[in-house]
């Protein structure tokens, strides 16, 4: 299996892999699409896994802001990430979390948070961010969680999470 950077050849098979793994519904698919073209897109933390020419996974980290009155400080948020059902519970997506936050914490990026399945992502370092200075309304608190990929990065963020105009279809 080969973890890399997404590339336009890639766009086809990353929709489709998107749409199968998610039941045939292409929110996932087009809100990949939108985050593309947007300015919250960093290209090098589009990430795919591609096992005999044919790309199994998928994971993407893009920008956000926390908000605080007058304050915003950029976060990275990751979502989504899917894998072929064929190929799911054969490491493939921890591979690519993996190297997601590698090259989070490589780029500076201090924090990433996510609205997942809270008995998934602990194992890569994501907690809870009830209790934090950290908010996310209308969603349950368990499934808002932050990883602290740069020591300190969590001392000094505060506010709500806002999603960029590309996360709302």
Same mark, same amino acid.
């Given at each position: 299996?080969?973890?890399?950077?997404?590339?336009?050849?890639?766009?086809?098979?990353? *929709?489709?892999?998107?749409?199968?793994?998610?039941?045939?519904?292409?929110?996932?698919?087009?809100?990949?699409?939108?985050?593309?073209?947007?300015?919250?897109?960093?290209?090098?933390?589009?990430?795919?896994?591609?096992?005999?020419?044919?790309?199994?996974?998928?994971?993407?980290?893009?920008?956000?802001?926390?908000?605080?009155?007058?304050?915003?400080?950029?976060?990275?948020?990751?979502?989504?990430?899917?894998?072929?059902?064929?190929?799911?519970?054969?490491?493939?997506?921890?591979?690519?979390?993996?190297?997601?936050?590698?090259?989070?914490?490589?780029?500076? *990026?201090?924090?990433?948070?996510?609205?997942?399945?809270?008995? *998934?992502?602990?194992?890569?370092?994501?907690?809870?961010?009830?209790?934090?200075?950290?908010?996310?309304?209308?969603?349950?608190?368990?499934?808002?969680?932050?990883?602290?990929?740069?020591?300190?990065?969590?001392?000094?963020?505060?506010?709500?999470?806002? *999603?960029?105009?590309?996360?709302?279809?």
């Amino acid at each position: 299996m080969i973890i890399r950077t997404e590339g336009l050849q890639d766009y086809e098979a990353v *929709y489709a892999l998107h749409d199968a793994a998610f039941g045939n519904r292409d929110e996932e698919s087009q809100l990949v699409e939108r985050i593309r073209k947007s300015d919250c897109f960093v290209p090098e933390l589009s990430i795919v896994a591609e096992q005999d020419g044919e790309i199994v996974g998928h994971l993407l980290i893009s920008r956000a802001d926390l908000v605080e009155q007058e304050l915003r400080q950029e976060v990275m948020v990751l979502a989504p990430l899917a894998v072929n059902p064929a190929f799911q519970k054969q490491g493939i997506g921890s591979a690519l979390m993996q190297e997601g936050l590698s090259r989070c914490r490589a780029m500076g *990026y201090g924090l990433v948070l996510l609205i997942g399945h809270p008995a *998934y992502y602990p194992r890569f370092g994501f907690k809870p961010a009830v209790g934090l200075s950290l908010k996310q309304f209308d969603v349950p608190a368990e499934i808002f969680m932050v990883n602290e990929l740069i020591e300190g990065a969590l001392s000094r963020a505060k506010g709500e999470l806002i *999603y960029p105009p590309a996360f709302f279809g």
